[in-house]
């Protein structure tokens, strides 16, 4: 999903406190902000314009006294040089009101990154009916790129699953000894695509027959993997490996429960579109002839 710029959008009356940190960059009061200790699931919004700036996905716990998350859904944020010369400013991609900073190398989480952000700058949206899948078929670049595409993905992100270590980075993970693999989480809207859909999707960008390999990349980290949020999903899952089956593919594909999701580092995150290089890891071939 893309946030635009200049395009039309209502701002709403704000409160001097409001007014002093989205308008004036402004900070308010450390442990004083209504989401600090929030961890319900759900969006935050831009309280200015209500730009989808955050997943609660991407809420860690700091104990700084601001609201920190890891990541920012896709094109929600920008970073500014801030004018005291040494920290990073991150704006509202769509309106431009000041959120907070961003502090890199602290080490909170794998992704190493941490935006902090004003209470007051956010409104929080408990989470509808919107569903999460998590998906493993190769390297996690190409999977994450195929699947963005698709109408009614909300947002994707690129991460570890399935293994034993606690916050494990790539290195880790690349060693083989952690048991996780590269995986996707998806968030997506049922009402406009399936998880059959979806399922059928991850099925088609990668060859399930193979175990623990894509193409040139060899490893248990690139193993093909559903790891399921709801015995619904695990039973259509089930059910389109029957299908593959009795289509002639000898399909290797994992089936597992969902457990901790660890967001890859940063620079991981939306890489083919950063690097402009083009997905050719992942390419779609119909499986199941509808």
Same mark, same amino acid.
């Given at each position: 999903?893309s946030f635009?710029?200049?395009?039309?959008f209502l701002l709403?009356m704000?409160?001097?406190?409001?007014e002093?940190?989205?308008v004036?960059?402004?900070?308010e009061?450390p442990?004083?902000g209504e989401?600090?200790?929030?961890f319900?699931?759900g969006?935050?919004?831009?309280k200015?314009?209500?730009?989808a700036?955050?997943?609660?996905?991407?809420k860690?716990?700091?104990n700084?006294?601001?609201?920190s998350?890891d990541?920012t859904?896709?094109? %929600?944020?920008?970073?500014?040089?801030d004018e005291?010369?040494?920290r990073? #400013?991150?704006?509202c991609?769509?309106?431009?009101?000041?959120?907070?900073h961003?502090?890199?190398g602290?080490?909170?989480?794998s992704?190493?990154?941490?935006h902090?952000v004003?209470?007051?700058a956010?409104?929080? #949206?408990?989470?509808?009916d919107?569903?999460? %899948?998590?998906?493993a078929g190769?390297?996690?670049?190409?999977?994450?790129y195929?699947?963005?595409?698709?109408e009614?993905?909300?947002?994707t992100?690129?991460g570890?699953?399935?293994?034993?270590? #606690?916050?494990?980075? *790539?290195e880790?993970?690349?060693s083989?000894?952690?048991?996780?693999?590269e %995986?996707? !989480?998806v968030?997506?809207?049922p009402s406009?695509?399936t998880?059959?859909?979806l399922?059928?999707?991850?099925?088609?960008?990668?060859?399930p027959?193979t175990?623990n390999? +894509?193409?040139?990349?060899?490893?248990?980290? *690139?193993?093909?993997?559903v790891? *399921?949020?709801?015995? !619904? +999903?695990r039973?259509?899952?089930e #059910?389109l490996i029957?299908r593959?089956?009795?289509s002639?593919f000898d399909?290797?594909?994992?089936? %597992?429960?969902?457990g901790?999701?660890?967001p890859?580092?940063? *620079?991981?995150?939306?890489?083919?579109?950063?690097?402009?290089?083009g997905s050719?890891?992942?390419v779609?071939?119909?499986?199941?002839g509808?």
């Amino acid at each position: 999903m893309s946030f635009l710029k200049n395009v039309p959008f209502l701002l709403v009356m704000l409160t001097p406190l409001e007014e002093y940190v989205m308008v004036e960059g402004g900070t308010e009061a450390p442990f004083s902000g209504e989401y600090v200790d929030l961890f319900e699931d759900g969006t935050y919004h831009c309280k200015r314009c209500g730009a989808a700036l955050f997943s609660s996905d991407a809420k860690i716990h700091s104990n700084t006294g601001w609201p920190s998350f890891d990541y920012t859904l896709k094109d %929600a944020v920008e970073r500014r040089p801030d004018e005291d010369g040494s920290r990073t #400013e991150i704006v509202c991609a769509n309106c431009g009101a000041h959120l907070g900073h961003v502090f890199e190398g602290e080490g909170f989480t794998s992704a190493d990154t941490r935006h902090c952000v004003n209470s007051v700058a956010l409104d929080f #949206e408990p989470e509808a009916d919107d569903e999460r %899948a998590i998906f493993a078929g190769g390297c996690f670049w190409g999977v994450e790129y195929q699947l963005d595409q698709l109408e009614g993905v909300l947002q994707t992100t690129a991460g570890y699953t399935g293994g034993h270590l #606690e916050s494990p980075g *790539y290195e880790d993970v690349c060693s083989g000894g952690t048991g996780h693999a590269e %995986a996707v !989480e998806v968030v997506f809207d049922p009402s406009v695509i399936t998880f059959e859909e979806l399922a059928k999707s991850f099925f088609e960008i990668h060859d399930p027959t193979t175990p623990n390999r +894509q193409g040139a990349d060899v490893g248990s980290q *690139y193993r093909s993997a559903v790891f *399921y949020t709801s015995e !619904e +999903q695990r039973v259509v899952t089930e #059910e389109l490996i029957d299908r593959l089956e009795g289509s002639g593919f000898d399909v290797v594909t994992e089936v %597992a429960p969902a457990g901790e999701f660890w967001p890859a580092e940063d *620079y991981h995150q939306d890489y083919y579109e950063k690097s402009g290089a083009g997905s050719h890891c992942h390419v779609r071939v119909d499986k199941f002839g509808d």
